[in-house]
């Protein structure tokens, strides 16, 4: 699915369903974020960590990621209350996204900051939509991108200190193993997400719903 959208392939509708289910990922990142801070009994660490939560839900001077994300999905013609009604985030994507919640709160602070590491790919997934969606998608205004240009800064300062974290309690060749079980199964859940949509929303195979007129 995200090999379709980099190469120009998407209609506008499935790119504003990519909209609505990430959506959901987004308004989570900040939940995990806190599970991870409530976890975390080291205040140099919660008062590095917390900047993540103020990124993303913002704060008196700065509107933060959402804010970002909901202009993005307006460009493309999605309304505020329509993304944050969750209406039609696909079941799979939220229980993915939740599976990523749960593992923060019920897991060590260690062990959530490195599942944090798949940020290691995502400056350059953010560049290549910079570059690519002015040429394949004309119609989104290049202002609705402010989301990607403005996690480049952020993503770089963060995988610095998420790996250095990483890198000193994960030494051992039995906790460098477990890192990578825990690197793995992130990569499970985004990829979970992404299976979802591309079932969805270019094999046309959506999850079965009922609605009060099926009744």
């Not at 900047?51 to 700065?62: A, Q």
């Not at 229980?95 to 959530?112: E, G, I, K, L, N």
């Not at 046309?204 to 007129?213: A, L």
């Amino acid at each position: 699915f995200n090999k379709l959208m980099n190469d120009g392939q998407l209609t506008r509708k499935q790119i504003q369903q990519w909209i609505i289910n990430r959506f959901y990922y987004q308004v989570n990142i900040p939940v995990k974020d806190a599970a991870i801070l409530s976890n975390c009994p080291i205040r140099e660490i919660r008062r590095e960590w917390v900047k993540r939560i103020i990124e993303h839900d913002g704060d008196v001077i700065n509107p933060g990621g959402i804010e970002a994300w909901l202009a993005l999905g307006e460009a493309c013609g999605l309304t505020s209350d329509l993304l944050w009604s969750m209406k039609y985030v696909l079941p799979g994507v939220r229980f993915a996204v939740d599976a990523y919640v749960h593992f923060a709160r019920t897991s060590t602070w260690q062990a959530s900051v490195c599942s944090s590491l798949t940020e290691l790919f995502a400056p350059e997934i953010h560049r290549q939509r910079l570059t690519n969606w002015p040429t394949h998608y004309p119609w989104i205004d290049l202002k609705a991108l402010a989301y990607f240009r403005g996690r480049l800064d952020q993503i770089n300062h963060h995988v610095t200190k998420g790996l250095q974290l990483t890198l000193e309690n994960f030494q051992t060749q039995e906790q460098q193993t477990q890192a990578l079980a825990i690197l793995t199964l992130k990569l499970e859940i985004l990829w979970g997400i992404s299976d979802n949509l591309y079932l969805a929303y270019v094999l046309d195979q959506p999850p079965i719903t009922f609605s009060k007129d099926d009744t």
